[in-house]
C-alpha cells in the first residue's frame, strides 16, 4: 500500500501501534491482577484474557502481512549495531508476544476459568489444577516481565535514534509522514 523504499506501510503502521497500545492495557492489567477485589477479579481476568487473545489475533495479522509486504530495507547509513541487533530483537518481540498468550491459555483453562465473550462462553471443562497453573503461571509472568524488558529497550533505541542520531530512523514507523 503506502509501502516505500523509506517507510513501513500502513497497515504494518497501524498494527505496529495498536499491538504497542494492547500490550500495555493487557499487561497493565496483568500486574493488577492481585490488587482486585475477590468479587471482581474474575471479571478482570477474563477481560485480561479477551485483550490478550485479540493481540495475539493482531500479531499473527501482522506476520501474516509481513510476509506479503516486507519491511523496508535498512538504509545505507544505519548504524552497524542497529544493523545487526533489529532482526534479532524484532524477532525475540514477536515470539513472546505469540508464546505468553498461549501459556496463559494454560494457565487461565487449569485455573478451571471459562472465557466470557458477553454473547457466548467457551468452557473447556478442565478442573482446577494447581499442579499445571501455578508454574504455568509463573513463567507466563516472567516471559511477560522479558517482554516489558525488550519493550523498553526498543523504545529506549528508537528515542536514541530519534534525538541523538537525528536519523530519522523513527519515521519509518511513524503514522504521519
Ligand atoms: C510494547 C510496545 C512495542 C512492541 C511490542 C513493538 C514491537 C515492534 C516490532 C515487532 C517491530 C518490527 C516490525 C516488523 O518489522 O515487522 C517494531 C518496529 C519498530 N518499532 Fe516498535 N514496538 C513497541 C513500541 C514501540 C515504541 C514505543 C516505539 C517508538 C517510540 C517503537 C518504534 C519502532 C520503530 C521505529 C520500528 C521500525 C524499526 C525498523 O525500521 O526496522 N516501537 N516494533
Ligand atoms: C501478550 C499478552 C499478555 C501479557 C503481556 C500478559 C501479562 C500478564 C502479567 C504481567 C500477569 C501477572 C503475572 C504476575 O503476577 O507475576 C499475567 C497473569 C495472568 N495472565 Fe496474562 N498476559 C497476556 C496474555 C494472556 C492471555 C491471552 C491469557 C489467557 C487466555 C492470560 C491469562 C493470564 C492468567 C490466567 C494470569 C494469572 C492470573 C491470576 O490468577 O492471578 N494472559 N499476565
Not at 466470557?116 to 467457551?122: A, I, P, T
Request: net charge positive; hydrophobic share 55%.
Amino acid at each position: 500500500m503506502s509501502q516505500s523504499p523509506e517507510r513501513y506501510g500502513s497497515p504494518a503502521i497501524a498494527l505496529h501501534w495498536l499491538t504497542a497500545a494492547l500490550v500495555i492495557v493487557v499487561g497493565t492489567l496483568g500486574l493488577l491482577h492481585d490488587s482486585w477485589s475477590k468479587s471482581t477479579q474474575a471479571f478482570w481476568i477474563n477481560i485480561h484474557a479477551l485483550i490478550g487473545l485479540l493481540l495475539w489475533v493482531l500479531v499473527m495479522v501482522r506476520l501474516w502481512w509481513r510476509r506479503r509486504e516486507p519491511p523496508p530495507a535498512l538504509p545505507a547509513g544505519i548504524d552497524p549495531l542497529t544493523r545487526r541487533l533489529a532482526g534479532p530483537v524484532h524477532a525475540l518481540l514477536y515470539g513472546l508476544l505469540l508464546v505468553i498468550p498461549v501459556i496463559g491459555i494454560v494457565t487461565f483453562v487449569f485455573h478451571g476459568r471459562v472465557f466470557d465473550f458477553g454473547l457466548f462462553q467457551v468452557d473447556f471443562g478442565i478442573k482446577r489444577n494447581r499442579a499445571i497453573f501455578h508454574p504455568t503461571e509463573d513463567i507466563h509472568g516472567y516471559l511477560a516481565y522479558a517482554l516489558f524488558t525488550l519493550a523498553g529497550i526498543h523504545l529506549l533505541a528508537a528515542l536514541w535514534h530519534q534525538f541523538v542520531r537525528h536519523d530519522g530512523f523513527l519515521r519509518r514507523m511513524w503514522p504521519a509522514r
